[in-house]
């Protein structure tokens, strides 16, 4: 039940790495490639070994007919990143045409954009294309360590002191109220970053009483506050248990089970996969940003798409019926 999406063959004309763990890639694309905006992203077909996947990236501005990614690599996980990571000039892959879901409301006078360490890869696009346009911004990059900010000397090259790269390891940091609290009331902010990142974003932002409407933020749905562990869900309905692997959403393993499931953006966004906890005896790990703080706590529901439980058994209803 997902949007159709427009599969491509791309052929790697350039890798490169950028950073410590960032590896650029450029593919040139077959058939015509539509113009794409800032914050637009592709899906990628990824081999893991015992088969295929599909991982997602952020376009970055490239030539016409071409596509360009900076990818993370993961150390622990189900290999994704790594595959791309091991990609060179001249192999191909299968990806899709751009299509953006954070697009950038050209309509604020003033925008605030802020990236935590890999959430750099929209932003980069968007504080370019700004500039071009002559409208007011400031960034603000946040990383672990300098060696890992890819971007950050383009950066800082480029835009001056419109931009304020904060690197951990010089003891800097990104002071989220204050950067808040300096923005122009009728500013927009847009974030990209961890989910920790994001989460006190959200709330300095309403703490402040600013309109939830000009805040705008991609997640990559690849981190959580526990590691990824076996679990397993009761189906209402369904009258046996749902083993959840460690390298298994819980959709996924549902899909998997045979059970209906309606969702689409599968990075806890769209919250259409959400499913209701009757009961549960381990830790909910909320990784999605659709659900407030307030109905996380709860607990009562989830999205299964990237949250789950970091270990135990839950009683969920789905809707299924058998
Ligand atoms: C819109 C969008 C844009 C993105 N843009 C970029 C980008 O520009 N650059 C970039 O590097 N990445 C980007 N990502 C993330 C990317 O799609 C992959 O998630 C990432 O490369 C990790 O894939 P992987 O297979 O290596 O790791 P995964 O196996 O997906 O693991 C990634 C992390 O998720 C956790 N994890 C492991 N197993 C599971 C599991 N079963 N369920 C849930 N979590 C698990 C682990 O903590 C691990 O460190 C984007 C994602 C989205 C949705």
Redesign the pocket.
Known sequence: MRNKLDWRRGVVTSAEQISDDVRSLDFAVEGPLPRFDPGS?SNFRVSLGDGEAI????CLPAAPGHLR????Q?D???????FMWGLNPGDALSLTVPENRFELAWRAPYYLLMAGG?GI?PIFGMALALQQRGIAFRLVYGGRRRGVMAFAEDLERQLGDQVDICAGDAGERIDVAAEIAALPADGQLYVCGPIGMLNAVKTAWQAAGRPMGRLRY?V?????LFA?ANFSVDVQGLDRAVQVR????LLEALLGAGVDMVYDCQ?GECGLCAVDIISHDGPIDHRDVFFSEAEKAEGRRMCAC?S?LASGNAVIDVGYRG
């Open positions: 992203h991982r997602t990236y952020s990614v900076a990818v993370k993961h622990n996980s189900r290999g994704g990143s790594r890999i890869t991609e990559f749905g690849d981190s959580g990824e460690p390298d298994q959403t990075r990237v789950r």
